[in-house]
């Protein structure tokens, strides 16, 4: 019965990441440049794909949607095989520090998690990320903060604080 369930849930997640993807991509050039009320600045909207991997972002395909000076990142990564259920996810959120032509400073905060059939961890961290341009269209993130990290449950053991880290390279569909 357990592995019937199993089943039927990986085929469902495989569907989400699927869905979240392609959506993604067909929404990618959407980007829409507004002009604000009081000023003569324009706010980008820009949306991106690509990989992360760490303890602060999680591991997996990333989706990324930026509004100016602030964004918002989500993370899934899906592992199914015949009697194994693995997830990876989190959601972070980005406010640009400083910008110049070729890297950005951010601070950022996540909220993620990870699920294995013996067990779980939820993550909450925080810190800096430096994103270098190297390209029109690619930018690499690195990311160094602190992470309180909950094994299993809230009720069980309490929290561990360590760093959070991180690396992405993402794409920017929109500029």
């Known amino acids: 019965m357990k592995k019937q369930i199993n089943n039927y849930a990986g085929k469902w997640l495989l569907l989400l990441c699927l869905i979240l993807v392609s ?26 794909f690509g990989f992360n991997g760490g303890t602060m972002m999680g591991a997996g395909p ?7 000076n602030n964004g918002v990142q989500l993370t899934l990564l899906p592992i199914y095989a015949a009697d194994e259920v693995f997830i990876m996810g989190s959601v ?10 070729f890297v950005e400073f951010s601070a950022i905060g996540a909220l993620g998690g990870a699920y294995v059939s013996e067990g779980s961890i939820f993550a909450v961290s925080a ?17 160094n903060g602190l992470g309180l990290y ?6 069980e053991g309490g929290g561990l604080i360590g760093q959070a880290f991180g690396l992405g390279i993402m794409y920017n569909f929109t500029r």
Do not use: P
């Open 62 to 68: 990333t989706y990324r949607y930026n509004t100016g």
């Open 92 to 101: 972070g959120f980005l406010r640009k520090i400083h910008r110049t032509s």
């Open 150 to 155: 909950f094994v299993d449950s809230f009720n």
């Open 23 to 48: 959506s993604s991509v067909m929404f990618a050039q959407s980007s829409k440049k507004r002009k604000k009320k009081k000023t003569k600045e324009t706010t980008e909207y820009t949306h991106q």
């Open 127 to 143: 810190g800096v990320q430096t994103t270098f341009k190297l390209g029109q269209n690619l930018d690499l993130d690195l990311r």
